[in-house]
C-alpha cells in the first residue's frame, strides 16, 4: 500500500500504522500532498547527505493535526506550553504546525527532536533552523502537487543548489500570496525569511570571486 519511491523501512516507526490514522483524520487529497512532501524531504535529505529515515518521518507526520479544529489546536497547544502568540490567536490554523508535532510525540511516540522540530517548524519556517527543517519546509511548499509554475519550477531547481537560497526565495514567494490574498502575516515568516536571505548573502561575500 502507498510504496515510496524509495526503499526505505523505517526502523522506528510503523509507517503503515501512520497511514492508517491518516486516511482516518485527514481527506484523501491531503494525504497525496503528505505523500508528496516525504519524498520530496527524502530526495533533498538524499541529496544533502541528511538522515533519511527522519526526512521521511518528518514529511509524513507534517501534517497530522491539519484538520484539526481551532479549538482543539488551541487546547492542545496550551496544555502543551506552546506560545499562543496573537496571530496565532486570531489564526489557530497556524498552530497545527506545533499541534502535529505533538501528535507525533504522544501518539506514535517520536521522539527524536529534530524530526519532532522539523514538523513544528514546517509552517513558518525558524531563523537558524537546521537542515532536516529547511528539507520539510520546503519540500512542504514545493512538493509537486502544488503545482507546475515557472516560479515553483525554478524555486525546485534552487532546492538542490543551496538551501539557504531556496529558504528566503520560498518565503517571499508564501509572502507575495499572502499579501496579495490580504492574509495575516506571522512575524515568524518574515524572520525567518531575514535571516536566511543574510545567511546567503554572508555565503556568497564568502566565496571568493571567479577568475578567468
Ligand atoms: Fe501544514
Ligand atoms: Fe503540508
Redesign the pocket.
Known amino acids: 500500500m502507498l510504496p515510496l519511491n524509495h526503499s526505505l523501512e523505517f526502523s522506528t516507526i510503523d509507517r503503515e500504522q501512520v497511514l492508517a490514522w491518516l486516511a482516518d483524520n485527514v481527506p484523501p487529497k491531503?494525504i497525496k500532498?503528505?505523500l508528496g512532501?516525504e519524498q520530496m524531504a527524502v530526495d533533498l535529505a538524499t541529496h544533502y547527505q541528511i538522515n533519511l529515515e527522519k526526512a521521511a518521518i518528518a514529511g509524513l507526520m507534517?501534517?497530522l493535526a491539519?484538520y484539526f479544529k481551532p479549538q482543539k489546536l488551541l487546547e492542545m497547544a496550551q496544555i502543551a506550553g506552546v506560545e499562543i502568540d496573537p496571530i496565532s490567536a486570531a489564526n489557530p490554523h497556524l498552530l497545527h504546525a506545533d499541534v502535529s508535532a505533538i501528535v507525533a510525540r504522544d501518539t506514535f511516540k517520536v521522539t527524536d527532536t529534530e524530526v519532532l522540530d522539523a514538523i513544528a517548524n514546517?509552517?513558518l519556517g525558524r531563523p537558524g533552523m537546521n537542515e532536516l527543517s529547511c528539507i520539510v519546509f520546503l519540500a512542504?511548499t514545493l512538493e509537486p502537487g502544488r503545482g507546475n509554475t515557472p516560479e515553483l519550477e525554478h524555486l525546485r531547481k534552487i532546492c538542490y543548489q543551496s538551501l539557504d537560497k531556496a529558504l528566503f526565495q520560498t518565503c517571499d514567494y508564501s509572502l507575495k500570496f499572502l499579501l496579495e490574498t490580504h492574509c495575516l502575516i506571522h512575524p515568524r515568516t518574515i524572520a525567518t525569511r531575514n535571516w536566511f536571505l543574510q545567511k546567503a548573502q554572508k555565503k556568497q561575500l564568502a566565496t571568493p570571486p571567479k577568475t578567468a
Open positions: 491531503r500532498h503528505i512532501v507534517h501534517d491539519k514546517h509552517t512542504d
